[in-house]
């Protein structure tokens, strides 16, 4: 699944074509694909048609679009809200440009410069979707997302979609709060990586990214993270932030063709992994070849000499 690198670059790519742009047309090839969205396609079609898109804002994972409408035909705030998936990809084309394959819905906009583009939603996988969902106000009372700062001084910057108004804030985000992410630590007896990836506490990170980050920590995904102390707590979340940080200018990882930039264009970040997909290679830091062991239904890579399980 696309972690934060992914989508934020994804967002970049979107957001100078898509910021002020206005939906003129949409054309849906899989229904499938508007299974999040609770008044099925018509409805979505119906909603959609005539809005301006004010920004394209990202927390973690999460990607979505607020929504305004001259003819006020919402009586709240709302988004378009994108859900990657597994595979999915947000392309933007030249009006009338050779199809994409596995395009599931099209939206036909015009941006604010009078230019046509189409805005397609591709999926191999059908994990993920597209929905408008319903804008509330943030539990802290800041910005709901990343916008590189688009919405600022905005009524919509303090909001987010009520399907991501769980989601904790990401290492990236301005306000994000690493004492509280410390204290949560603190109060978990899970291993530190299952921990990583929980997106109530810390969002964004995903398997690459913690697997990654682990190894520069020289932490065991299985560790404890009550056992970690507080110093190699914070020195891990810095090895988090630098990692993403990195990735993002790389424009994230990818290593098949499920993941693409908006212009159908593979990230690069993957010649800079460490551990991640280098299973039997020897460890950039001691030589010893790196291990991969099954871990909730997928794999962790780490090295068994730098990256030991301490117990007691």
């Not at 189409?118 to 059908?126: G, K, T």
């Not at 990882?253 to 280098?278: P, R």
Request: aromatic fraction near 6%; glycine fraction near 10%; proline fraction near 5%.
């Amino acid at each position: 699944m696309p972690e934060l690198p992914e989508v934020e670059t994804v967002r970049s790519g979107l957001a100078p074509a898509l910021t002020g742009a206005t939906i003129k047309g949409i054309e849906i090839l899989d229904e499938r694909s508007l299974k999040r969205h609770v008044g099925g396609p018509a409805d979505f079609v119906a909603n959609l048609i005539g809005c301006r898109i004010e920004a394209v804002v990202r927390r973690g994972k999460f990607l979505w679009l607020p929504l305004t409408a001259d003819d006020g035909r919402f009586t709240h705030p709302v988004a378009l809200v994108g859900h990657l998936g597994m595979s999915g990809q947000m392309l933007l084309r030249d009006a009338g440009a050779e199809p994409d394959k596995l395009t599931r819905v099209v939206i036909f906009a015009e941006e604010a410069n009078g230019q046509p583009v189409e805005f397609r939603f591709v999926d191999q996988r059908l994990f993920g979707s597209l929905a408008i969902d319903d804008l509330v106000p943030t539990r802290d009372g800041k910005a709901g997302g990343f916008s590189a700062g688009v919405l600022a001084g905005s009524a919509l910057n303090l909001l987010i979609p009520r399907s991501a108004a769980h989601i904790a804030r990401d290492p990236l985000d301005q306000d994000f709060d690493e004492g509280l992410v410390l204290a949560g630590f603190a109060k978990k007896n899970s291993g530190i990586k299952r921990v990583l990836l929980d997106q109530n506490l810390i969002s964004g990170v995903g398997n690459i990214y913690a697997d990654e980050s682990l190894w520069r920590a020289r932490l065991h995904y299985d560790q404890p993270a009550n056992s970690i102390g507080n110093a190699k707590a914070r020195e891990l979340l810095e090895h988090v932030r630098v990692i993403l940080s990195d990735a993002v200018k790389q424009g994230g990882t990818s290593f098949d063709e499920q993941y693409k930039n908006v212009n159908g264009e593979s990230g690069y970040f993957a010649v800079s992994l460490n551990a991640y997909g280098m299973t039997g290679r020897p460890c950039n830091r001691c030589g010893k070849p790196l291990k991969r062991e099954s871990w909730m239904n997928r794999g962790s890579h780490f090295c068994p000499n730098c990256q030991r399980l301490k117990i007691g």
